[in-house]
């Protein structure tokens, strides 16, 4: 059974540069949240897709946006890059919005 | 709103030797409780986690965490610590209800182990 998982594990873009990462959950999971995890600190929750539509968003700007698919997949897309952006990006999969979440390894992006 | 404090940046100890963590949240009721771990440059790695019932959890790799109401802590212990335990740890909250699965996480307890 795979996990979930994150594509790709490692990005390096530059300033003003838009990026897409791409996150696939673990297998019967339908919401998937995302997670920006600067050096050294704990995740912070950036938003959670269930059926398709962004449930909560966390304190992060407009240029941070989500999709859902109907396979459940997801995509973090951030335009206009900025140095502080740089940081590793997890997904996190559950079978429904308030159960445990599966995390996956993590795109580490680096914006120079 | 709702916080997670992890009081411990940085412990050592010795291989074999017993470990407790400590978390300790703020929320007006009690939420969904959870640790994780996270070894570097890695994803985080589900340990255990409380959602009502015995104040007890068992996880994982042979650590246990108890939830105390009183004090607002959910602190995670571990009898004989091995070598490969090494590595960050979080504590999380989720406040259920509406906030659709939101995980409220701690700043992380770096955790080396001498042999």
């Known amino acids: 059974d795979a996990g979930v998982t994150q594509s790709p594990t490692h990005l390096i873009k530059t300033r003003g540069q838009q990026v897409t990462l791409r996150c696939s959950p673990k297998s019967g999971h339908d919401t998937v949240s995302w997670y920006q995890q600067a050096l050294g600190q704990g995740p912070q929750f950036i938003f959670q897709?269930?059926?398709?539509?962004?449930?909560q968003r966390g304190n992060f700007p407009d240029r941070f946006s989500g999709h859902q698919f109907p396979n459940y997949s997801s995509e973090l897309n951030v335009n206009a890059l900025l140095l502080g952006d740089s940081a590793l990006y997890l997904c996190?999969?559950?079978?429904?919005?308030?159960?445990?979440?599966?995390f996956g390894q993590g795109t580490r992006l680096t914006v120079v | 709103a709702q916080s997670v404090t992890q009081p411990d940046i940085h412990i050592t100890v010795s291989e074999g030797a017993s470990l407790e963590l400590r978390c300790n949240y703020s929320?007006?009721?009690?939420?969904?409780l959870f640790w994780y771990v996270q070894s570097p440059g890695q994803g985080l790695q589900l340990l255990l986690k409380y959602f009502s019932g015995d104040t007890l959890v068992q996880g994982i790799k042979g650590f246990e965490a108890e939830f105390k109401r009183s004090q607002s802590s959910f602190n995670l212990r571990k009898p004989s610590v091995h070598w490969s335990d090494a590595a960050e740890y979080f504590c999380a909250v989720n406040a259920g209800g509406t906030s659709y699965g939101k995980l409220t996480f701690g700043q992380g307890t770096i955790l080396t182990v001498h042999p």
């Open positions: 897709y269930y059926e398709e539509e962004e449930r």
């Open positions: 996190a999969s559950s079978s429904k919005p308030n159960t445990e979440a599966f």
């Open positions: 929320y007006g009721a009690t939420p969904y």
